[in-house]
């Protein structure tokens, strides 16, 4: 069994909601979406139920109905081009974030990304920012089998970072992606970007935060030793 106390080796971030503070933007352009069908989704909905799941699991469950590829495709490019145009002029790193990667590469702890938003949207967000090359590893939907709360995409970064998951500490703001990461044997910390401290910790986050600007002293330990003192 790991100790409490164990260090910590890598980090896997989520990255919409964490890495960058953008999950009412995806909210509204899902809205805005299933009003035009006639559906009742709202904000809150989508950010219980669905955030960080796959497309090709949102789109069939929110419609009720099994969905051909090229249609889940179709759906899937008209949401993610409303998001990315709402998003797009707001495109900013969460609070701390920039510090504390730079914080990670200083002390040696390689990172990674695992994320289920579609190319397009990392694109956006990873060269929008110029911080591709920050990560050794960005794992995205179409590498893995599962969407959240299925472990698939943080044992995959794991993987690619070839550190065993629980020496990983894990970033997610989505309900779903907390348990996804609890589920691959990660330590993790949940940012309150999208979800209620108490429903972030209920799904297993070990720690709540806003942002990244002060870690509590004992995940400063656990990443950084000596360092951290």
């Not at 219980?48 to 069939?60: C, L, T």
């Not at 990660?186 to 600007?213: I, K, N, S, Y």
Request: glycine fraction near 8%; aromatic fraction near 6%.
């Amino acid at each position: 069994m790991t100790s409490a106390l164990s260090p910590l080796r890598a980090v896997v971030f989520d990255m919409d909601g964490t890495l960058v503070d953008n999950m009412r933007f995806h909210n509204e352009a899902w809205v805005s979406f299933a009003r035009k069908l006639g559906l009742p989704l709202t904000a809150e909905d989508f950010q219980s139920r669905y955030a960080g799941k796959k497309n090709e699991e949102i789109i069939p469950e929110l419609l009720g109905r099994p969905v051909a590829p090229d249609e889940v495709e179709r759906i899937a490019e008209e949401k993610e081009s409303h998001y990315r145009t709402l998003y797009r002029p707001h495109l900013q790193l969460h609070r701390g974030a920039e510090a504390f990667i730079q914080r990670l590469r200083d002390a040696r702890c390689p990172a990674a990304i695992a994320t289920a938003a579609p190319q397009g949207n990392r694109e956006l967000v990873l060269d929008g920012l110029g911080i591709r090359s920050l990560f050794a590893s960005i794992v995205g939907a179409e590498q893995v089998a599962r969407g959240k709360p299925a472990p698939d995409i943080f044992l995959a970064a794991a993987k690619a970072l070839g550190v065993e998951p629980t020496a990983c500490l894990a970033f997610e703001d989505a309900v779903l992606g907390v348990m996804s990461a609890r589920e691959a044997g990660m330590t993790v910390v949940g940012l309150t970007t999208g979800a209620p401290e108490a429903d972030l910790r209920q799904a297993g986050a070990h720690w709540v935060l806003q942002d990244f600007t002060t870690l509590p002293p004992e995940l400063e330990q656990r990443l950084f030793g000596a360092a951290a003192r």
